[in-house]
Structure formats: structure tokens, C-alpha cells
């Protein structure tokens, strides 16, 4: 199992940038394909970004693409989000995930959730 807490959300301008971490407990945070996932008030959740075990491949939401980096530091147990150019759409709930699927763009993919942290973008 592996315990997952994020920080660093926040509020912002819009055009501005905030970076997100997620803190995963345990050794064997490698072996875990990890994602960001958001929720807004009143929607579904929603897939954001995934990266692979070892951090040479990632995936976005075509929403985030050119705006949002997700990268890991597999030695501190720690998975991040930078999201630059932020726009009030962008507001939401931000949660990381773990998952042992080597392909996971889906929520039921993942199968540890921290527990959120706030994002919101003002105008």
C-alpha cells in the first residue's frame, strides 16, 4: 500500500502558476504509475495527467497540454504538478493517485487516493 498527500494549492490569478506535491509513504514508490486528477464543483472527476514508473513518459488531458508538467523524484518519494498560464477553468479539488497499472488514464484505474488539495484561479 502507499499513502499519498498533496499541498501546495492555493489561489492564484489567473496567468499565474502554482506547483503541487504529492508526499507517498513507503519504498516502493517506483514501482507505482502515479496521476493528478481534479474536481470542480458540480462535475465528474476529472483525469489531468499520468506519468510512468520511471518518469520517461507522460500523458495529459488535452485541457492541460503546453500549460501543466507532471514529473517525480522516485529517491524522495514525490510526484508534481506545475501548472503555469492558469486560467479560472482550472479551478478545482486536485488529487494525486497511485496505481500498479502500467497504463492508467482513468480513474478506476488508480487504486490509492490522497485526500485533495484546493486550487482555485481567480479572474
Known amino acids: 500500500q502507499v499513502q499519498l498527500v498533496e499541498s501546495g494549492g492555493g489561489l492564484v490569478q489567473a496567468g499565474g502558476s502554482l506547483r503541487l506535491s504529492c508526499a507517498a509513504s513507503?519504498?516502493?514508490?517506483?514501482?507505482?504509475?502515479m496521476g493528478w486528477f481534479r474536481q470542480a464543483p458540480g462535475k465528474e472527476r476529472e483525469f489531468v495527467a499520468t506519468i510512468s514508473r520511471s518518469g520517461g513518459s507522460t500523458y495529459y488531458t488535452d485541457s492541460v497540454k503546453g500549460r501543466f508538467t507532471i514529473s517525480r523524484d522516485n529517491a524522495k518519494n514525490m510526484v508534481y504538478l506545475q501548472m503555469n498560464s492558469l486560467k479560472p477553468e482550472d479551478t478545482a479539488v486536485y488529487s494525486c493517485?497511485?496505481?500498479?497499472?502500467?497504463?492508467?488514464?482513468?480513474?478506476?484505474?488508480?487504486?490509492?487516493w490522497g485526500q485533495g488539495t484546493q486550487v482555485t484561479v481567480s479572474s
Open positions: 513507503g519504498r516502493t514508490f517506483g514501482s507505482y504509475v
Open positions: 493517485a497511485a496505481t500498479l497499472n502500467i497504463i492508467a488514464t482513468m480513474e478506476g484505474d488508480y487504486e490509492y
